[in-house]
């Protein structure tokens, strides 16, 4: 059978079977499920990784930790493919499933902040959330440019370095499209030049710390945050530290199981090793 074939007959499954995604693999059932950082609106976006993962992954809980929507980049040139809506489209029918979908607006997406209390299409819309956890864990939502302080204190620095992060997402693009060519998995430039460089790994390393100690003033058992692009999971003095990552370098998100027990899912990996397997398959 030929990948086109298998592939084929993937889709016929996920037609006739719903615990089968549409690349034939199972669907799977997580209790909640964090995502952050998308950037709608952007060519970084990787809007096809996110959407195998939305195919492929259920909750009782859906957070939208911020930045789903790039509005910073749409007001200088406004880009909005077909596949971007098909994200839109997905989320919004969970929603009308009965799934609780909480969207927490970020600093990309701060025009919705306006709306914080209200609900849309069944999308609540909140300026941060709770969430108790299967096992009675109280966990703060938010999406962390509150503790950002190039952000907060010096906005013109804040827009200029988003300029030349979004030069390396860019790149980004025109590298995974000829790795796909050569059948490489997706790879971050913007990911690996952020850990290469020692004031951007301080920086994470303080803000981790920051977001702890205000979610223990809150009086609560962890938080999830997003922000950074950088997905993680520390313990700080009895405070559980989350981030769910991002869309456009690591395609990362966090997830709750069943029993409360709480992981961070590499969708790019977990896509490479489906493709291997097919492939294998296939000969």
């Not at 499920?33 to 809007?47: K, P």
């Not at 997003?226 to 370098?249: K, L, S």
Request: net charge positive.
């Amino acid at each position: 059978m030929t990948q086109l074939d298998y592939a084929g007959q993937a889709k016929v499954l996920s037609k006739t079977n719903k615990q089968v995604g549409p690349s034939g693999a199972p669907r799977r059932r997580y209790r909640a499920i964090w995502i952050s950082d998308v950037h709608l609106g952007t060519r970084g976006c990787a809007a096809d990784m996110l959407i195998d993962f939305l195919d492929h992954c259920d909750s009782e809980y859906l957070y939208l930790v911020g930045d789903i929507i790039d509005g910073w980049r749409m007001k200088r040139r406004f880009y909005w493919p077909e596949r971007h809506n098909a994200i839109v489209r997905r989320i919004m029918k969970r929603a009308k499933r009965g799934t609780r979908v909480v969207y927490v607006p970020g600093n990309h997406d701060e025009m919705f902040r306006q709306f914080s209390g209200m609900d849309f299409g069944g999308v609540e819309i909140r300026r941060s959330a709770r969430h108790v956890t299967a096992d009675g864990r109280r966990l703060l939502v938010l999406h962390g440019d509150e503790f950002d302080a190039v952000v907060m204190g010096h906005r013109w620095l804040a827009f200029l370095g988003d300029a030349a992060y979004n030069f390396l997402l860019t790149l980004n693009v025109v590298i995974n499209a000829v790795r796909r060519r050569l059948n490489l998995p997706f790879w971050s430039l913007s990911k690996h030049a952020k850990h290469k460089v020692k004031d951007a790994v301080a920086f994470i390393g303080r803000f981790e710390e920051t977001v702890a100690t205000a979610a223990r003033k809150h009086g609560v058992d962890g938080v999830v945050c997003g922000h950074i692009h950088t997905a993680e999971e520390r313990d700080f003095d009895g405070i559980a530290y989350y981030n769910d990552g991002d869309w456009v370098e690591s395609c990362t998100a966090l997830v709750e199981h069943e029993d409360g027990r709480m992981e961070i899912l590499h969708w790019a990996d977990e896509v490479a090793a489906r493709t291997v397997t097919t492939i294998r398959k296939a000969a």
